[in-house]
């Protein structure tokens, strides 16, 4: 079993510390850098711990009513949106190339 870490990105230094908190009694996770802020947290190779370490990340951003967060995973950036109001709508992940191509196309 290896490790792979898992960077967010969080605007505000009072929300990574909630989120590393939350992370921290599961993961391995820390504060890096400054504005802004990157929670980094370490994830075995087994998949159902990344989509644990997700699913925690998404409640998190409901919590904190937001709309979405960045990451970096395997050196690739990713959007994870929260759930919907009805939360019937999953949550879902968007490389951001495909952003970027769509913002461009409007």
Same mark, same amino acid.
């Given at each position: 079993?290896? $490790? !792979?870490?898992?960077?967010?990105?969080?605007?505000?230094? &009072?929300?990574? %510390?909630? =989120? #590393? +908190?939350? /992370? *921290?009694q599961t993961w391995t996770a820390g504060v890096l850098g *400054? +504005?802004?802020?990157? %929670?980094?947290? &370490?994830?075995?190779? !087994?998949?159902?711990? /990344?989509?644990? =370490? $997700?699913?925690? %990340?998404?409640?998190?951003v409901a919590e904190e009513s937001l709309y979405a967060i960045?990451?970096? $995973? !395997?050196?690739? @950036?990713?959007? /994870?949106? &929260?759930? *919907?109001? !009805?939360?019937?709508?999953?949550?879902? $992940? @968007?490389?951001?190339?495909?952003? +970027?191509? #769509?913002?461009?196309?409007?």
């Open positions: 079993m290896f $490790l !792979d870490q898992v960077h967010f990105e969080v605007v505000e230094y &009072a929300a990574a %510390v909630r =989120l #590393t +908190e939350r /992370l *921290g *400054g +504005e802004p802020y990157v %929670v980094a947290a &370490a994830v075995s190779s !087994d998949p159902s711990d /990344l989509a644990a =370490l $997700l699913r925690s %990340v998404e409640a998190w960045r990451f970096m $995973l !395997d050196n690739e @950036i990713h959007v /994870l949106a &929260a759930r *919907g109001p !009805d939360r019937k709508a999953p949550a879902f $992940l @968007i490389p951001v190339e495909e952003v +970027e191509e #769509t913002s461009q196309a409007a």
